[in-house]
DNA sequence: AGGTGATTGAAACGCCTGTTTGAAATGCCT
DNA sequence: AGGCATTTCAAACAGGCGTTTCAATCACCT
């Protein structure tokens, strides 16, 4: 009838216009809360409000949906690293407070759309075969990140391995409060984890926990009178 | 009608025996490896050389059967962990690292079924009804006997939530290895992975972290020289 | 031996899965 | 307008799932 001049070409970032961009988002959903297996595609199809045969028009089939939900979630993800927003001369110490806070904000912290972290933390401790991307354009280049930073820190008196597993020490402190949350509820008293288990905080407890073992800021306990 | 248990349930040690434990230790197995979702009742009956209705002449239905699984091998994890091995007047900073190593080698080693840990693993993950029971009587109990070493360690200095605070770190810098340990993979070389981030070399490493991040041991890098 | 209840077995039950079909609807070009 | 490729749709496909059936078998008791 009327309306036929239908022009698209308005811009269509959001997500309520292309159908392969609300089925790639329904399935990140979908498979970020329940996984592969559990998630069908009858029901992505129909939080996304397009046909069962979409998702094999546009991607094939289930697997190959899934692999572009992941790809896709991943660079987004990437995207939202800031660069390097250090002045120059901005001391390691606080480069390493930095850089642990913007890392546990993006694992713990409620900004944009939750179910791509969640994907991505499947992928961690899954892998798939789009795991490796992941390794290589995300986690890899933030780890080497944190050792650089380390490195500076120790002023060069720290070999490599060393150095890596320190990080590794500091990645998995924040990992833990990502991957175990429902344990850490379990653990933790309600009020104490709302006040000293969140993002800033925690970035806090790490990074002095980190400088006291360095020998660069005072330790946790002062020995006590040691005759 | 009911009774399932006419006969005793003697020669409970072997798995070729009695069908009931040959179901759940193949149960194990496939719930561990794929999760609840992927693993098939079929598959499981034909690893375990029963008929298919054995699974429901048994536990009822497969859910039962899973939760079933799950409390039979957090009650063999836990009849593993040493009671108290400890020496009275044993250091506290090598009770310490005791825990840790012991953790680890749990977490890690090669010993007993592998597929019980794997299990667990995937209640902290993903937890289930199963989960309350499995922190409760397993991971609380290690949480708690650690948080007291520290509080020995730090002679009273610190608060319960600072101890609690330091468990976390500690337990995060174990757990990462066993939850990511295929990007832990990707992110050390292979030698140096084989050769410091085994059970023995990193619970030296996380203990001396700790311990110098508590004013307890000499920190890893010495200040430089800062007129 | 015969009888009785516990256990096993092969086959089938719905149901839901991922995927395919072929026709209808839509958009787009000359 | 017509013609043509793209996209949508309801319906069906074969296959696998958890679960059930019920007859056959087994173990045990007097």
Redesign the pocket.
């Known amino acids: 009838m009327s309306t036929?001049e239908?022009?698209?070409e308005a811009a269509s970032s959001s997500s309520s216009d292309d159908?392969?961009e609300r089925i790639l988002s329904a399935a990140g959903e979908e498979f970020a809360e329940r996984g592969f297996?559990a998630?069908?595609?009858?029901?992505i199809?129909l939080a996304a409000?397009?046909?069962?045969?979409?998702?094999?028009?546009?991607f094939?089939?289930?697997?190959r949906?899934y692999h572009e939900t992941v790809r896709q979630a991943h660079q987004q993800l990437v995207a939202q690293v800031p660069l390097s927003p250090w002045p120059v001369g901005t001391p390691a110490r606080d480069r390493l407070r930095g850089f642990i806070g913007n890392v546990l904000e993006r694992m713990l912290g409620f900004g944009r759309p939750r179910w791509q972290n969640r994907l991505m933390l499947r992928e961690v401790l899954q892998p798939t075969e789009a795991c490796r991307d992941l390794v290589d354009d995300y986690i890899r280049p933030q780890f080497n990140r944190l050792i650089s930073i380390l490195d500076e820190l120790a002023s060069g008196q720290l070999e490599q391995p060393q150095l890596r597993r320190v990080a590794m020490s500091i990645f998995g402190q924040m990992f833990v409060y990502r991957a175990a949350d429902d344990v850490v509820g379990m653990l933790i008293p309600a009020d104490e984890r709302d006040a000293l288990h969140t993002p800033v905080p925690l970035a806090d407890h790490i990074t002095h926990y980190a400088l006291a073992a360095l020998g660069l800021a005072i330790p946790l306990t002062t020995p006590e009178s040691r005759a």
Chains 1, 2 share one sequence.
């Open positions: 036929a239908a022009t698209n159908p392969r297996e998630t069908t595609v009858r029901h199809c409000g397009v046909n069962v045969a979409s998702v094999n028009y546009y094939g089939d289930k697997q949906l």
